[in-house]
């Protein structure tokens, strides 16, 4: 967070609210989590099995709602083999023969399914924690490896071939030593992993005081998996919660072929260079009305024209465009990376807060906690950069609790989804269920 006392109090007169930190956002995250717990919602057999594919017929898919999208199969984070029940990030690999996998984030550990051609799931096996549990762990697959970062202290990067995965027959519980292609320990705890597959670079973000990179972009070069190197860190802009790095093909021809940034920064979006790994610059830094904590985005289209940004406080605080409580998206023109334009807003029918995007085809999957997964055109960006245009085109909600009051801005449900499978084939990751494969048949 960058806000200085000075820049706090000209905000508060302009109207923008002062963001949160990253402390802040765990533990109001940690004490909802423990007030779940003691409910029993992660529980042994707190949820019951899925017995057969769901379609969603007259806005209901089973006991949970929906519109436009099937629910295929399920399995609970205790048919993961976890012993913590508890579920956050996944990730999506498919191998060269085309056979598509799931890896699943648990507090314990990562999962390993195998999506089917017809959508069911096989559970395959996991990968413990490298140290201790966290309720934070994220992963990303560049070619054949998933690499995996976690708050746990001291637990590093894993890496991980997931080629191991390719002739399982009866699941197993793979070694944190002997089974991992190689362990990275230039940082401990990380909050998120990046993936720049085109250039085979792992960013960590939100790393540890240890490693010495003040939570910016830790730069890790993966072309040897075996043999993973540092070339670089990002110190300036402090703090990135999460970002996506791309080599840049956008309007912006003075960056044409450079390998761009966009960092979500708790109280900014910062636009970095980092082509250079040993001298990564800062091109621009820009804050907007409503900033709560800055914590994710994608870019909007192919052409790098917009980006769509969450903010994971502002429905809960109720700031700026999000007071209402519905689940707030902010459009970006980054036409001129240099001076990016918040141009508008678009809100869910929903209230709930908003996790993580991703944009496949014109269309934002959005993992939004309690109302699930929410499915966006963003198309109309190109004539109309308001968000007027955008509409909701399909959505199921994992998380029934809160469908009589249309939502709540808390953090439960949905953590993430992966929409990148050429079959089409949805992975939804919930906090207290498990692992969810949908199909979007709008």
């Known amino acids: 967070m960058k806000f200085t006392t000075a820049a706090a109090f000209a905000a508060a007169l302009s109207g923008h609210a002062t963001a949160e930190t990253m402390a802040v956002l765990?533990?109001?995250?940690?004490?909802?989590?423990?007030?779940?717990?003691?409910?029993?919602?992660?529980?042994?057999?707190r949820y019951a099995k899925l017995a057969a594919t769901t379609p969603c017929v007259n806005g209901k898919a089973g006991e949970y709602k929906c519109s436009n999208v099937d629910l295929i199969s399920f399995l609970r984070h205790q048919d993961l083999g976890s012993s913590t029940r508890r579920g956050n990030d996944v990730w999506g690999w498919t191998s060269p023969t085309g056979r598509e996998f799931g890896a699943v984030g648990q507090t314990d550990g990562t999962a390993f399914v195998e999506v089917l051609?017809?959508?069911?799931?096989?559970?395959?096996g996991r990968l413990p924690t490298q140290t201790s549990s966290s309720s934070w762990r994220d992963m990303k697959v560049i070619g054949n490896h998933v690499y995996i970062g976690s708050e746990a202290s001291n637990h590093g990067l894993q890496i991980f071939d997931l080629k191991k995965l390719l002739n399982i027959t009866t699941p197993?519980?793979?070694?944190?030593?002997?089974?991992?292609?190689?362990?990275f320990k230039g940082f401990g705890n990380s909050h998120n992993i990046v993936a720049h597959t085109e250039t085979n670079m792992i960013y960590a973000v939100g790393t540890g005081s240890g490693a010495g990179c003040r939570g910016g972009l830790f730069m890790v070069d993966v072309s040897n998996p075996a043999s993973p190197k540092s070339p670089g860190c990002l110190l300036a802009g402090g703090y990135v919660h999460d970002a996506q790095c791309v080599t840049y093909r956008g309007p912006d021809t003075r960056y044409t072929g450079k390998e761009i940034c966009f960092n979500f920064n708790e109280d900014t979006l910062d636009i970095t260079d980092v082509t250079s790994k040993g001298s990564p610059t800062t091109i621009s830094t820009t804050g907007y009305n409503g900033s709560s904590y800055t914590h994710q985005g994608w870019l909007a289209d192919d052409e790098m024209r917009f980006l769509l940004l969450d903010d994971e406080l502002d429905e809960q605080n109720k700031r700026g465009p999000a007071s209402n409580q519905h689940t707030t998206t902010y459009i970006v023109d980054i036409t001129d990376l240099t001076k990016p334009r918040f141009t508008g807003t678009y809100q869910s029918p929903a209230i709930a807060i908003d996790h993580n995007q991703y944009v496949k085809d014109g269309l934002s999957y959005q993992a939004n906690y309690g109302s699930g997964l929410r499915i966006v055109d963003v198309r109309s960006l190109k004539t109309d950069p308001t968000g007027r245009g955008l509409g909701e085109v399909g959505y199921f909600d994992c998380y029934p609790e809160d469908d009589s009051t249309n939502g709540a801005a808390e953090f439960t449900g949905t953590w993430s989804n992966y929409p990148f499978f050429k079959s089409g084939f949805i992975l939804l990751n919930s906090i207290e269920r498990g692992i969810f494969v949908l199909k979007y048949t709008g």
Do not use: M
């Open 172 to 183: 197993r519980t793979f070694s944190i030593s002997t089974d991992l292609t190689a362990h």
């Open 26 to 45: 765990k533990q109001r995250k940690l004490e909802a989590w423990s007030a779940q717990a003691e409910a029993g919602v992660f529980d042994l057999d």
């Open 117 to 124: 051609k017809d959508g069911s799931l096989v559970y395959l």
